[in-house]
């Protein structure tokens, strides 16, 4: 069974740092991007970026581009979601999601993880 | 990328159909025919329902149906049942491989 399984529910301090992760199994990991998405409690899903595990090759959305990074480790098919300094306003749900896409061909989600909620206050 | 616009809502009673408009531009929904749609559940991960604009996965009911026409694709409920009750969102490519969402619509049924 193709499945993306999340860690789980974190609570920490404006300013601390954070990696959430994303474990793939029934799939070749290597060979399909993932991609995050964020959940702001009660709001929609906003696109934050993706990576194509095999040689580490990232996009980010431009609202996301330079406040997170997303990263994998190979060898234990897992990717990352990190902050290195967290605001309040990072407090949300975040899905990562199997992305299927071959330019010119297809670019859709279609095996999601359970999502990891991330409450930051004080 | 501007998230794409969908109605914050519709509704229709069991057995009857409701289409959801998702909006875009010409660098994204009407650019390329990369549209998806998502169900999502309260307190649930979303769900893929359609893809390249009309394709269906499978394990998906046939009652779900999309369609896209310029900037505008949508998305049919046909014969809506209880729990078809949910939060939709299209999404859509937006060139440079990054993807946008739609701003969700609550489906009630009445």
């Known amino acids: 069974e193709v499945q993306l399984v999340q860690s789980g529910a974190e609570v920490k301090k404006p300013g601390e740092s954070l990696r959430i992760s994303c474990t793939a199994s029934g799939y070749s990991f290597n060979t399909y991007w993932i991609g995050w998405v964020r959940q702001m409690p009660g709001k929609g899903l906003e696109w934050m970026g993706i990576?194509?595990?095999?040689?580490?090759?990232?996009t980010y959305s431009p609202s996301f581009q330079g406040q997170v990074t997303i990263s994998v480790d190979k060898s234990i098919s897992t990717a990352y979601l990190q902050w290195s300094s967290l605001r309040a306003s990072d407090t949300a749900m975040y899905y990562c999601?199997?992305?299927?896409?071959?330019?010119?061909?297809?670019?859709?989600?279609?095996?999601w993880g359970k999502g990891t909620t991330v409450t930051v206050s004080s | 990328q501007s998230a794409l616009t969908q109605p914050p809502s519709a509704s229709g009673s069991p057995g009857q159909s409701v289409t959801i408009s998702c909006t875009g531009t010409?660098?994204?929904?009407?650019?390329?025919?990369?549209v998806s749609w998502y169900q999502q559940h309260p307190g649930k991960a979303p769900k893929l329902m359609i893809y390249e604009v009309s394709k269906r996965p499978s394990g998906v009911p046939d009652r779900f149906s999309g369609s896209k026409s310029g900037n505008t694709a949508s998305l049919t409920v046909s014969g809506l049942q209880a729990e078809d009750e949910a939060d939709y969102y299209c999404s859509s490519y937006a060139g440079s491989m990054i993807g946008v969402f739609g701003t969700g619509t609550k489906v009630t049924v009445l």
């Open positions: 990576i194509y595990p095999d040689h580490s090759d990232t």
């Open positions: 999601a199997r992305l299927r896409y071959a330019s010119g061909s297809t670019y859709y989600m279609d095996v």
């Open positions: 010409n660098s994204d929904v009407g650019g390329y025919n990369y």
